[in-house]
């Protein structure tokens, strides 16, 4: 207020000075910033297609090509230690090259055609029969934003379950912001995902997203955003350790979440554990049915339940049995004495062994048999297997079970011999939630695949049930074929391992029911993208921008320079579809870069 006339017009030139250069700043991070999303959203190309194929569904005619592929035999040696397979009379023994006869003996093991010409590869295509049909898995190897919008256009209203793992943001996962921001920039990279993700489930399928503590509720409002609030099926809880001395907080938190939404939850449905026939392992002998030993009691006392506690009679013996105080009897007088009567307890008096209480008998009827909801606890796979048949049997519902983390490592350093990969699920978690969501052929689809234990999973299910789901794993970075490609292949050649080796071979079964093709699909990177990109200037281009009308400031030159040179000069290059260059598309080249 005190300066003179002159001196605040000295002060305005300067601001207006700082106004025009901060103006040209950001003209020019502007075009920066839409390059570079220009870039990230464009449609990715595939860069290559490859598949892995089960020895048993080739036919045998290719087998002397397999057999004298020298980079095929020392990838089984890497992974399946073929090399350690001794022969006798009447099995073949490794050799170098391979014999047809070792092929036909080892039906499961994974043939990468990677390691072949484009002839051969072409010649097995047109013998291999329904070459889509029979692909029991999807690999692809991309930053899963750019899969997701290439499956948008290939797999909508098909994927029965969602199955992932995101980064729980506790910064050591990439995410390095200290303050808020940190939060709203995880939040950001979830929605974009799971928004594109909604459009390829069914109707009726059901999304499970791991989470911790740390970003469980803004987790849950990510996911409320894009289901809608009525989509919300519940959290699961699960125990991810056994208790730390060495928290630093009053609490140990020892379990983890798994936040559950429909896309419709009108027709969502998780089946449970429905029984199969090989649950219900006794015979009876009169009428020749199939029937479990379930329990007779339920978890109430005889102060909670008075009319259920009552004595009851063996009426072919004249024993009479108590009942416990703690756990009355599962019906009341009257239907108990039906129950009797129809001859549905099994009497401890008639039976060997060491049964103390009266069972009941439940039948199998598969025509009667529906899946029953399951419990949002998960219970560790040490509980008592009694405490929740008990559970099952007093409230009409099925109670998943799985192991701790450590029982995923355990897993992952018996598959490589070594700790290959950092906190991976419990596969028992895993396979409780494809198995309770998921029947048949249904798709899951789990775009933060880390070490591949969603696709183990459904390969262990379906060896067990017979079913022949499918799986889509998206994952990006090195381990994509240091780990998860490597560990699907080795779980093809046989379910049990140690120490980075084979415990024992397939079954015929387990064999017949493994996977039979898994396609892997790699995807042009953001890096890719970027390196691909050529400035061009023609001789007109710039014969105009040198032009004495284009200069000065704020001139077309200038103008051009900061908001348009990027967009313009790029074009033509290879990563932005050179249309002339793919008028031969077996000839357009991309410069990628490679695993390792």
């Known amino acids: ?36 999303k220009k870039l990230w959203l464009k449609k990715k190309f595939v860069v290559e297609t490859s598949y892995c194929i089960r020895l048993g569904v080739i036919p045998e005619e290719f087998y002397p090509e397999i057999a004298a592929n020298d980079a095929q035999r020392e990838e089984w040696v890497r992974l399946c230690a073929i090399d350690e397979i001794k022969g006798d009379l009447t099995t073949p023994g490794y050799s170098v090259p391979l014999s047809v006869e070792f092929l036909k003996a080892h039906p499961t093991l994974v043939v990468d055609t990677r390691h072949y010409d484009t002839q051969f590869i072409a010649r097995l295509f047109d013998a291999v029969t329904d070459l889509t049909d029979n692909c029991d898995g999807i690999l692809c190897e991309s930053e899963n934003f750019q899969a997701l919008n290439v499956f948008n256009r290939t797999l909508k209203d098909s994927v029965n379950a969602i199955c992932i793992d995101p980064p729980y943001n506790t910064g050591d996962d990439g995410f390095s912001y200290k303050d808020q921001y940190q939060h709203s920039s ?43 609030n009525s989509n919300y099926l519940g959290s699961m809880v699960w125990k991810r350790r056994s208790a730390s001395a060495m928290s630093s907080q009053p609490l140990s938190l020892d379990h983890e979440y798994i936040l559950v939404f429909g896309r419709d ?184 695949a880390g070490s591949g234990t969603t696709g183990h999973a459904v390969i262990s299910l379906n060896r067990d049930d017979g079913g022949r789901r499918k799986f889509i794993l998206v994952e990006q970075g090195d ?53 691909n990109l050529e400035l061009h200037r023609t001789e007109a281009q710039q014969s105009l921008l040198d032009s004495p009308q284009a200069q000065g400031a704020d001139g077309f030159r200038e103008q051009y320079l900061l908001r348009y040179m990027l967009d313009v000069e790029t074009r033509g290059s290879q990563s932005l579809l050179n249309v002339s260059a793919f008028m031969d598309p077996t000839a357009y080249k991309l410069k990628v870069k490679r695993p390792g």
């Not at 605040?8 to 920066?32: G, N, P, T």
């Open 265 to 448: 939850s009108r027709l969502t449905t998780l089946h449970g554990l429905s029984k199969s026939e090989e649950d219900y392992p006794y015979v009876d002998e009169k009428s020749g049915r199939r029937y479990a030993s379930t329990d007779l009691t339920i978890g109430m006392t005889k102060d909670q339940r008075p009319n259920q506690y009552y004595p009851i009679q063996n009426p072919r013996t004249g024993k009479i049995f108590q009942p416990n105080p703690n756990r009355v009897w599962r019906f009341f007088p009257d239907t108990m004495a039906q129950v009797i009567a129809q001859d549905l307890v099994i009497w401890p008096d008639e039976v060997e062994g060491n049964l103390e209480r009266p069972r009941y008998k439940t039948y199998y009827d598969p025509d009667a048999m529906r899946a029953t909801p399951c419990s949002s606890w998960i219970e560790t796979a040490s509980t008592n297997d009694r405490e929740i048949e008990a559970d099952e049997s007093e409230y009409a519902l099925s109670v998943l079970q799985c192991g701790m983390n450590s029982e995923g490592g355990r897993v992952v350093e018996r598959i490589f011999g070594s700790k290959a990969f950092a906190y991976p699920k419990p596969l028992s978690l895993v396979r409780s939630l494809v198995r309770t969501s998921t029947r048949n052929s249904d798709i899951i689809l789990d775009f933060f």
């Open 1 to 36: 207020e005190n300066e003179t006339a002159p001196r605040v017009e000295q002060y305005l030139s300067k601001i207006k000075v700082f106004r025009r250069i901060a103006h040209k700043i950001i003209d020019f991070l502007a075009q920066l910033e839409d390059f570079q």
């Open 479 to 531: 381990y994509f074929d240091t780990v998860l490609l490597p560990r699907l292949k080795k779980v093809t050649f046989t379910p049990e391992w140690k120490d980075g080796k084979p415990k024992r071979l397939a079954t015929k079964e387990e064999a017949e029911r493994s996977p039979r093709i898994m396609k892997v699909i790699r995807l042009e990177s953001y890096e890719d993208a970027l390196n």
């Open 186 to 228: 995880w939040i950001s990279f979830l929605s974009d995902r799971l928004q594109l993700a909604l459009p390829l489930m069914r109707q009726d399928a059901a999304t499970f997203v791991h989470i911790d503590d740390n970003e469980y509720r803004h987790l849950w409002y990510v996911l409320a955003h894009v289901f809608g």
